[in-house]
């Protein structure tokens, strides 16, 4: 499937995943799962990252790859896909989200065999009628909760109408409750711009100080 146009800039993304450390570098008996959420005013994108170790890899892959060919068919990505937004909950101020998929990628089998291969999903949520004011979302992640680790993060906001005020994880960061404040539309002004800067300075900040997770017991 194609990849639709992400809600935030990449340069966003970019510095949000170099400031939270390089994602490959986890234990070869995990499977690293690293959510980025990216909050516009009127929807919500979810972007996951999910990497088997070489010692889960083919426990991982046995799920995926039905008809074990070794290969991941459109049909088996798909059913994939599908299982996985299942085990996960996304809820705007206590109501649920539904997620919608925009793209998948499946890398190739010998890749996650070796402990390199990533598998990419985007969903989209819509989350129309918004007033302006404070707003909380929360995301969790419950997929292979018995060899999963976990990383979560709110992305900057491209929108000037949404500035993030915080994140709040649990320990091992299966969830995460964002804390945003949204504009009204006619506040494009220089103060709504600087509110939201101040709020990305804060928010890098508090990522850089995150320990890194401890491993799901």
Sequence with gaps: MP???????????????????????????????????????DRVQIELDLTPGVDVARAVLTEIDRNRN?????????????????????????????????????????????????????????????TPGTHRLVYRNDHHADIGM??????????PRVAVTAQRRDVDQHQIAIEYELGDPAQGNAGWWLAALASGVALFAGVSRRSSPSRLR
């Design 3 to 41: 990849r639709a146009g992400a809600v935030l800039s990449r340069t966003a993304v970019l510095v949000l995943v170099a400031v939270a450390g390089p994602v490959s570098a986890h234990r070869l008996d995990e499977y690293l799962q690293a959510a980025r959420i990216g909050i516009d005013p």
């Design 70 to 130: 070794h290969a991941v068919d459109a049909d088996e990505a798909q059913a994939c896909a599908a299982r996985i937004a299942r085990d996960l909950r996304l809820e705007l101020d206590g109501r649920p989200l539904v997620l919608h998929e925009v793209s998948r990628n499946f890398p190739a089998v010998d890749d996650v065999l070796k402990g390199e291969g990533t598998i990419q999903l985007v969903w989209t949520a819509r989350a129309p009628g918004l």
């Design 150 to 159: 976990y990383l979560a993060n709110a992305l900057v906001p491209a929108n």
